[in-house]
């Protein structure tokens, strides 16, 4: 049986997993209420990661490349990108998949091996876009620290904003 057929076979339990996994990541409390809240408006953080998780457990399983695992992890990603995360703590859950898989297909298919290089694929890119999303907010705060440095020496009358220049000293 190949890889992809035994992902099938197995898609409800290794997701059930992996969303267990990824969302014990989470302080206790959150964790909690990320897995026991079914509401997808009061709890749209589990929504989204679980249907970004299932997304890319049906990536694996039909061999997509990386823009759609890219496409899959992009919203989870940016969630973990906001909160005090480190990127390898954002990340890490891509790669609990490997031993998830392991333990659901138990012998069912031979060759791991691409299976597992696929995963660490997908694993790069969401580094990539981790570090794509902590850069754009690095950015932004540098902007908004910027603006309110110069709008306070506007306000206190040490430089005079023209229109055609920008701030002037």
Known sequence: MSSAQALAGKKTEILKHWFQITVESYPADTARF?????DPFA???????????EALVDALIAGSGREAMM???????????VQAFTPSKATAFVFSLKQIVRDCLS???GDMVPLDRRIDEMAMAA????????????E???TESRNQFFGSLK?????????ADGPGF
């Open 71 to 81: 496409e899959a992890l992009d919203p989870v990603i940016r969630i973990r990108a």
């Open 43 to 53: 709890n749209p953080v589990g929504q989204t990661t679980y249907r970004s998780l």
């Open 155 to 163: 306000r206190a009358g040490l430089i005079a904003e023209t229109e």
């Open 140 to 142: 932004l705060k540098a």
């Open 107 to 109: 012998g069912e298919c």
């Open 127 to 138: 580094f990539d876009l981790f570090m794509g999303c902590r850069e754009k907010i690095y």
């Open 34 to 38: 990320l897995k026991n809240q079914p």
